[in-house]
């Protein structure tokens, strides 16, 4: 009829043509446990429960590409594999979580915006960059760890506090600055 076109089959329903426009003001239903996209079965979506899959039987991927961008609702996952790692964003923040390491594989650079730190744990430890400085900030102690030498470039100083109190190799002589005294301390033995 004009308002209604039902087509109903026990098996499969084949239509075969150059182009097919369906065109309704009310909605499609398709009805099925699974619909073939490309007739072959290999590329195809299905619905179980709530759960609608979109999945290729091929060695082919799933494209999409939309004009604009593709959205995920505020406070929903786009989630891979299992629960462990998914990326998820609440309308302010993005998270990308993982049940083990996070590996990023980049061919060039990783870039982080002036001001915008990386915070490690409650925010007591980041490490930030105004385009001038580079700090790094620490609730407790800030530890190194190498296997070899920590080098300093020549004429750059390790500065305490202010200009007064510094340590500096011009590449022939270390020389140590004070506003004041300079104090060696030994709990035992010699300064040599």
Avoid at 13 to 41: F, H, P, Y
Avoid at 153 to 175: C, H, M, R, Y
Wanted: proline share 2%; net charge negative.
């Amino acid at each position: 009829t004009d308002s209604q076109l039902n087509l109903v089959a026990d098996g499969e329903v084949d239509i075969t043509a150059g182009s097919l426009d369906v065109n309704s003001s009310g909605g499609i239903a398709i009805d099925g446990t699974t619909v073939s996209i490309d007739g072959t079965g290999a590329s195809n979506f299905s619905v179980a429960g709530a759960d609608l899959t979109l999945a290729t039987t091929s060695s082919g991927n799933i494209m999409l590409s939309p004009v604009g961008y593709l959205q995920v609702a505020s406070g929903k996952k786009l989630q891979f594999a299992d629960s462990g790692e998914y990326v998820s964003g609440n309308g302010t923040d993005l998270t990308i979580g993982s049940g083990a390491d996070i590996n990023l594989t980049a061919t060039a650079d990783i870039n982080i915006p002036v001001n915008i730190g990386l915070r490690f744990g409650d925010g007591g430890e980041n490490i930030e960059t105004d385009n001038t400085d580079f700090t790094v900030t620490s609730g407790g102690k800030i530890n190194l760890t190498a296997t070899t030498d920590v080098v300093i470039p020549t004429n750059v100083g390790l500065q305490f506090t202010d200009a007064n109190e510094k340590i500096e190799s011009d590449g022939t002589n270390l020389t140590i600055n004070s506003g004041a005294d300079i104090n060696l301390t030994c709990a035992t033995g010699d300064v040599n």
